[in-house]
Nanobody
Framework: QVQLVESGGGLVQAGGSLRLSCAAS????????MGWFRQAPGKEREFVAT????????RYADSVKGRFTISRDNPKNTVYLQMNSLKPEDTALYYC??????????????????WGQGTQVTVSS
């Protein structure tokens, strides 16, 4: 069984930064791609970023490109999301997820098989 636990969320002013962490249990963490999604109240879950199992390949939503950076530390079973130049529209519950082995579309939340409970990010204007 895989468990994902996010941390690092909080309240920050516009223009500020936060670093989210996602700690994973299980011995196969380094074999899977990982992703971050977010969901604001009344909105659908939205893809934010993904990283390959090696950490070499990353992809971002256009809305966060150039401001957010996804990374991973396989020996520590942890994936990170560094968020800079935060905007009020970044306010959401942020989830990390494990990408399923057969995934073809990294931006489709249905292709992720394990999810954390989420961590709240609130950006004030």
């Amino acid at each position: 069984q895989v468990q994902l636990v996010e941390s690092g969320g909080g309240l920050v002013q516009a223009g500020g930064s936060l670093r989210l962490s996602c700690a994973a249990s299980g011995r196969t963490f380094s074999s899977y791609g990982m992703g971050w999604f977010r969901q604001a109240p009344g909105k659908e879950r939205e893809f934010v970023a993904t990283i390959s199992w090696t950490g070499v390949i990353t992809r971002y939503a256009d809305s966060v490109k150039g401001r957010f950076t996804i990374s991973r530390d396989n020996p520590k079973n942890t994936v990170y999301l560094q968020m800079n130049s935060l905007k009020p529209e970044d306010t959401a519950l942020y989830y990390c997820a494990r990408r399923s082995a057969a995934s073809r579309d990294y931006s489709d939340y249905e292709e992720y098989d394990y999810w954390g409970q989420g961590t709240q990010v609130t950006v004030s204007s």
